[in-house]
Nanobody
């Protein structure tokens, strides 16, 4: 049974930083690309970042480029999202997701497994 468990969310002031973690179990983590998405209240879930199985390539939404960094440690079955220079508009529930289809794009429909989400709140 595939499980993804996020952690590291919380309340932070504008300009602050957080690091989210997502630990996977139940499948061969190192074989799957991973992604981070977020959903703010009243809005649709949106793509944040993704990373290939090897970690050799990463992709970002324009809104987070140069502020967020996605990385992974396959030996620990964990993917991270380092978030710097946080803004109030980054406030959302953040989800990690795994794709069994070698997909690193921004469509949530091609990610097969999802975590339960972790809340990030940025105060102004």
């Amino acid at each position: 049974q595939v499980q993804l468990v996020e952690s590291g969310g919380g309340l932070v002031q504008t300009g602050g930083s957080l690091r989210l973690s997502c630990t996977a179990s139940g499948y061969i983590f190192s074989s799957y690309p991973m992604g981070w998405f977020r959903q703010a209240p009243g809005k649709e879930r949106e793509f944040v970042a993704s990373i290939t199985w090897s970690g050799g390539s990463t992709y970002y939404a324009d809104s987070v480029k140069d502020r967020f960094t996605i990385s992974r440690e396959n030996a620990k079955n964990t993917v991270y999202l380092r978030m710097n220079s946080l803004k109030p508009e980054d406030t959302a529930v953040y989800y990690c997701a795994a794709s069994s289809r070698a997909y690193t794009g921004n469509s949530q429909y091609y990610y097969d497994y999802w975590g339960q989400g972790t809340q990030v709140t940025v105060s102004s």
